[in-house]
């Protein structure tokens, strides 16, 4: 099993900055891709960015937050942030947190999400 917690969310003006932290624990070993996903009300949950290792490692981010969010990951820490800069009234949503494994991992279960944390940006 892998645990993921984050923390870092919160009100803030459009214009702000904010930093979404999530830490892994547990299993940690195998796993693959680390990403954060959002869901605003009466929307689907979308892919906000996202790291693998596979492949040689890759980073790719949403349309909507590409050059205003970064994604940062720490191996030894095992933590994956999100850097939020320029925040805009349409990035409210709540922020979750994703980690899946490789699939050579032999785990029944590979995808574990967060419990999500609230990011409110005001207008």
């Known amino acids: 099993q892998v645990q993921l917690v984050e923390s870092g969310g919160g009100l803030v003006q459009a214009g702000g900055s904010l930093r979404l932290s999530c830490a892994a624990s547990?299993?940690?070993?195998?796993?693959?891709?680390m990403a954060w996903y959002r869901q605003a009300p009466g929307k689907q949950r979308e892919l906000v960015a996202a790291?693998?290792?596979?492949?040689?490692?890759?980073?790719n981010y949403a349309d909507s937050v590409r050059g205003r969010f970064t994604i940062s990951r720490d191996n030894a820490k095992n933590t994956v942030d999100l850097q939020m800069n320029n925040l805009k009234p349409e990035d409210t949503a709540v922020y979750y947190c994703?980690?899946?494994?490789?699939?050579?991992?032999?785990?029944?279960?590979?995808?574990?999400w967060g419990q999500g944390t609230q990011v409110t940006v005001s207008s």
């Open positions: 790291n693998n290792l596979s492949n040689g490692g890759s980073t």
């Open positions: 994703n980690a899946e494994l490789f699939p050579w991992s032999g785990r029944t279960i590979r995808n574990y």
């Open positions: 547990g299993s940690t070993f195998g796993i693959d891709a």
